[in-house]
């Protein structure tokens, strides 16, 4: 919560920064115009300014079929030509304090920026902006989990080696999402309930990740039975740096956290024995969540007060 403190003493006014990001600004503002929010009723605009100093926008559609939607980030993206090309990027709504992009938008910003430290203006139509960078809203954790720490390791190990004996963690080749794996998610609750997932692949590459699976499986229960989360685990295929939770997987241990009004330890472990610590809040700074989703997640989690 100190980072989302943090983030809120940067609010500075539209009229106080520079031109260009002006100019950005009203691109996304009209493009919110625009938007198609068939079920929230919420509208967003995106823009974003490009290494060739051109500004391309979008805004959010929602699907009438299913509860899905495109993104205003996902909109403009579309109207990049290449990898590596955002130079910064700017996003708008009609709310009261400034918004920011989910999880998964965080991952698709990564993907296109130019580097990690590239300028995100989280803003509302009112003009408020946060100025921030990409880098603050999708943090490494550096805590790493060596042999110090003997008797969590041991226990993290258990965990690893029961996920790999199941063949819930592997390598799939290339037949599936090319350099992806399989990996493997754990929820605990205070209830002493668990809740798993693993990765689960499509053709139309709308996969389920592991931890979205766990998450919905915590979702599954009857109101009031799951209990508080108290810790989710995350275990990973060794490669070099240990794989950190997708943008997708910290929006879910997010929402978790702010239903809950209370953070949890994330774990994320490698077949090989090495672990990282960090909390579903640090994951996700400032992170974006609709009050009604919130309220739904709380009502399965938590015990209805009589």
Known sequence: MDIEKGLM????????????VKDMF?????ASKRAIPTHSGFTVGCSALLR???IVSGFNYEIDSRNDAIHGE????????SRKTLDSVLVTAD????????????????????????????ANNAGQVIPTTLDHLMPRPAYLLREEKALRLNRLK?????ALKRGLVRDVGEFIWGKDVVRYARLTSQNGLVFEGSTTP???????????????????????????ITAAYLVVPHTRSIELPYGCERQC?????RAQKGNFDVYVISDRSRAIKTDAVSLLPYGFAAEPVINYIRSVILPEKR
């Open 9 to 20: 003493n940067r609010l500075v006014e539209i009229g106080d920064l520079n031109r260009r």
């Open 26 to 30: 009203m691109a996304a503002k009209r």
């Open 52 to 54: 060739t100093d051109e």
């Open 74 to 81: 996902e909109s403009m993206i579309m109207k990049v030509n």
């Open 95 to 122: 709310c009261e304090r400034p918004i920011s992009p989910c999880g998964s938008c965080r991952d698709l910003l990564l993907s296109f920026s130019y580097d990690r430290k590239m300028s995100i203006f989280m």
């Open 158 to 162: 258990g965990i690893s080696q029961t």
């Open 202 to 228: 499509r053709s139309d590459y709308h996969g389920v990740s592991a931890l979205e699976a766990a998450f919905s499986a915590a979702l599954s229960q009857r109101p009031g039975s799951s209990g508080r």
């Open 253 to 257: 241990l997010f929402e978790l956290a």
